[in-house]
């Protein structure tokens, strides 16, 4: 069973650039057609899409968020970070890596709370 932790800064600076890491463990990520996505949940939110990595490397984003968003992976590791940068204060929140099989999240990371904050 797969098994995903992420891990972050805890606090950023406005402008500054936000970087949070999810490491897998357990077993394939890519087996039966796996693949991970980036999740957000704002205080008193419900969960925003951030983007999305395929096993071919091919990324895709949430229009929302302008650009700002960059998903890579570490397969030698294997490791998974989204980088999200200019941030604002609506940029708090648990950010969460959730694996997809057969078209529905099968496993969801415990989350890492990101405050943006002066």
């Known amino acids: 069973q797969v098994q995903l932790q992420e891990s972050g800064p805890g606090l950023v600076k406005p402008s500054q650039t936000l970087s949070v890491t999810c490491t897998a463990s357990?077993?394939?990520?890519?087996?039966?057609?796996?693949?991970l996505n980036w999740i957000r949940q704002p205080p008193g939110k419900g969960l925003e899409w951030i983007g999305v990595i395929y096993s071919t490397g091919s990324t895709y984003y949430s229009p929302s968020l302008k650009g700002r968003a960059d998903i890579s992976r570490d397969t030698s590791k294997p490791q998974l970070t989204l980088t999200l940068h200019s941030v604002i204060p609506e940029d708090t929140a648990v950010y969460y890596c959730?694996?997809?099989?057969?078209?529905?999240?099968?496993?969801w990371g415990q989350g890492a709370l990101v405050t943006v904050s002066s």
């Open positions: 357990g077993g394939s990520i890519t087996a039966y057609g796996g693949y």
């Open positions: 959730a694996l997809v099989r057969q078209g529905r999240i099968e496993v």
